[in-house]
């Protein structure tokens, strides 16, 4: 049987932010495909998925791949209304999608973001945002590990899956609707209501209250503290000085406590 099956796609394109759904038995990068659709003038709303992605990216260059069929990896094409000062916002709003999405099968008490956009269950990673400004577009990609049962992974990969959580099955179709259906929610508050954003980031944020290390050109070490309303975050270090942190890899040192 085809992915995604017919009632699927009923579900979500014409909906929210989907135009169009394409879904591919195999690519090198969702993210690349829809930045190369962009820069030809492609709307708003064409989404790119596939069962295996061969060479797909995360932040800081890093390379990665999907095992066929076993979870979710797409692209979803926005031209959003919002300013551009407001777009660091998006990828926060990418992260609420995956938390609801994982939500629906695993329960939200179980959950939380690393900011901005990892989302870890039960403390270890099971989905992962990229999100690409291409001029007036904005390329947000998503990858959900819905099944990893039985797979081999590297010794060092922190990673689990929603199937592993709940011991069971679950409907990778299902998943993608409700991953589909919420980015629409959430576009559509941050184009409507852009201060509502945060507060909600907030409540769903685990790395707040942590102490961590913030990997880039200057790593920033620290207590996670807040957020500023643009969505950048807030780091106090142990001098008592504060930094704004608007880019980088967040690495969790320990809970709050």
């Known amino acids: 049987m085809s992915f995604p099956p017919q009632w699927a796609v009923e579900r979500v394109v014409g909906h929210g932010v989907v135009r169009r759904l394409e879904w591919r038995d195999r690519t090198g990068s969702t993210n690349a495909d829809l930045s190369a659709a962009a820069t030809a003038g492609e709307p708003a709303g064409l989404v ?9 990216r995360g932040r800081r260059g890093r390379s990665w791949s999907e095992s066929p069929g076993r ?21 926060l709003v990418a992260g609420l999608a995956v938390h609801d999405a994982a939500a629906s099968v695993v329960g939200a008490e179980r959950i939380g973001l690393k900011w901005p956009n990892d989302l870890l269950l039960d403390g270890t990673k099971t989905s992962g945002v990229l999100v690409e400004a291409l001029g ?36 990778r179709a299902a998943v993608l609707v409700e991953l589909l259906e919420a980015l629409g929610r959430w576009v559509d508050l941050a184009e409507t209501d852009p201060e509502a954003v945060v507060p909600a980031y907030v409540t769903r944020c685990a790395t707040l209250g942590t102490d961590v290390v913030v990997h880039g050109p200057s790593p920033v070490t ?10 950048h975050l807030r780091v106090r270090r142990e001098d008592g000085t504060e930094v704004v942190v608007s880019a980088g890899d967040v690495e969790h040192l320990r809970p709050a406590g």
């Open 136 to 171: 007036d577009a904005v390329v947000v990609g998503m990858g959900v590990n819905v099944d990893w049962r039985g797979v081999d992974r590297p010794a060092d990969l922190r990673a689990t899956s929603l199937a592993e959580a709940v011991d069971g099955d679950v409907d």
């Open 48 to 56: 790119i998925g596939t069962d295996l992605q061969t060479a797909g």
């Open 222 to 231: 620290g207590r996670a503290v807040g957020l500023t309303h643009e969505g």
């Open 71 to 91: 979870g979710l990896a797409l692209s979803v094409l926005l031209r959003p209304s919002l300013p551009t000062s407001r777009w660091p916002l998006l990828p």
